[in-house]
């Protein structure tokens, strides 16, 4: 299974899940003072600091752990186990992240009706009653999204890994050193979007304040919907 044979993996995106939790649960007044207070600012940006540091520690136990011919560079036949975990964790990743994503840009649009219309407004109170019905909706929908790319990877493997390693291996020498690898699994770096792309996957969640939501653009995932509303993910 992805989690026994990735633990590093599971753990980093367990970090990036804790980093989508704390940015939905502020809202729109926390990140307009984050934004533009300065003692803020530099507190949220130590904190990213942090996160970034906690991740970059991972992503270096995950390159060890995939370096299984001890060479301390990750070969084109270690690359393509690492990228399938990859692919596999992330997709898990989004199956709980997703449900977090929707509800927080519903919320907000709600918060944003009620400031025009008031709080009474009937249009906002019947848009907080059917809020559980968009989210479960918007969750599915993200699931059948998920499928279809984590099939398509697996599908096209083969170009997939080699696009991917295309873009980490910045020198162009046949391997991947660890320093390319954590450039590309550093959130808000450029190289990552790149390689999630390349994978077929979608954006990461950013850390900025400046992104004003609490993931990256649209959500994929896997899992079940549970009569509650919440994903129980499934790993591949």
């Known amino acids: 299974m992805a989690a026994l044979s990735a633990p590093y993996l599971k753990e980093y995106f367990e970090v990036i899940k804790d980093m989508v939790d704390g940015l939905a649960s502020m809202d729109m007044g926390q990140m307009m003072a984050m934004a533009f207070d300065p003692e803020l600012k530099k507190e949220f940006e130590k904190k990213t600091e942090d996160r970034n540091a906690q991740l970059k520690e991972l992503v270096t136990k995950s390159f060890k752990h995939h370096d299984t011919k001890d060479t301390n560079v990750l070969d084109k036949e ?10 596999d964790e992330q997709t898990c990743f989004i199956a709980a992240v997703a449900q977090i994503a929707i509800k927080k840009s519903i919320e907000m649009g709600i918060q944003m009706m009620a400031g025009f219309m008031g709080e009474d407004s009937a249009d906002v109170q019947e848009a907080k009653k ?4 968009e989210v479960e909706k918007g969750v599915k929908e993200a699931k059948e999204n998920a499928q279809k790319a984590h099939e ?22 046949g391997t991947i050193q660890l320093e390319e690898l954590i450039a ?6 450029p190289k990552m979007n790149a390689l999630m792309a390349a994978l077929g996957i979608t954006e990461m969640p950013t850390s900025g304040a400046e992104s004003g939501g609490a993931g990256g653009g649209n959500v994929r995932m896997t899992g ?9 993910c499934k790993q591949q």
Request: net charge negative.
């Open 78 to 87: 270690e690359a393509t186990v690492f990228f399938a975990h990859l692919v």
């Open 130 to 133: 059917t809020m559980g019905k």
């Open 152 to 173: 398509d990877y697996k599908k096209n493997k083969v170009d997939r890994d080699a696009a991917a390693f295309k873009v980490i291996d910045v020198n162009n020498d």
């Open 184 to 189: 590309a699994m550093t959130p808000d770096n």
């Open 224 to 232: 079940d919907v549970q009569a509650d509303g919440n994903v129980e």
